[in-house]
């Protein structure tokens, strides 16, 4: 991770319900600025933060790379009382130091 990461919700997409391309354009503007971006995910919206981050590498930011993926799983109360596993992932994204002077 770079070291002018300061603010975690900063450098973060978190991804829902809304069109794929809303995130990516979102993910776009952060990993210019920054050289870093997370995906973030729970649930359902899974499949969504993959998609976006296979997008972004591949056709928009190619130069970016994985840097870690991170999965988790989290007990939820339900409004009946039991409890549900809620699975989350995020993914980070960076450009290398080596491919940081050709964005500059």
């Known amino acids: 991770m770079p070291q002018e990461k300061k603010n975690d919700d900063e450098l973060s997409v978190y ?3 809304s069109p794929k391309i809303n995130y990516i354009t979102a993910s776009m503007l952060i990993i210019k600025k920054n050289r870093f971006v997370s995906l973030k995910a729970r649930g359902r919206a899974i499949n969504a933060a993959v998609d976006v981050a296979e997008i972004l590498k591949n056709k928009f930011v190619p130069e970016a790379e994985y840097e ?14 039991k409890t549900s596993n809620v699975s989350s992932i995020e993914i980070d994204l960076v450009i290398p130091e080596t491919e940081r002077e050709k964005l500059q």
């Open 68 to 81: 870690e993926i991170r999965l988790n799983t989290e007990q939820r109360p339900n409004p009946d009382g």
């Open 15 to 17: 991804i829902g319900n």
